[in-house]
């Protein structure tokens, strides 16, 4: 069983979110998948700078989507 982890980075002050963007490769198991979601969730955050986030009030929300068949 392998899982995609999808991102989705929203503002919310603009309540809007840009189209969720798959991470791949598949991680083999929900545990390494969520641990990526959390780094990468605070890689975007670390990339967008604290003034963009402030402003913006920038949330980045994941998850792990079971890929059956994979």
């Known amino acids: 069983m392998k899982f995609l982890l999808v ?3 929203c503002s919310s002050i603009y ?3 840009m189209p969720p ?3 791949y490769p598949l991680y083999n198991n929900y545990n390494d998948c969520t641990t990526a979601g959390y ?3 605070l890689t975007v955050t670390r990339e967008l ?3 963009r ?3 913006d009030r920038v949330t980045v929300h994941f998850e792990c989507r079971q890929m059956h068949g994979a």
Do not use: M, R, W
Request: with cysteine; net charge negative.
């Open 7 to 9: 991102i989705t980075i």
């Open 15 to 17: 309540q809007t979110c």
């Open 21 to 23: 963007a798959e991470i």
């Open 39 to 41: 780094l990468n969730s």
């Open 49 to 51: 700078g604290p003034k």
């Open 53 to 55: 986030v402030e402003a």
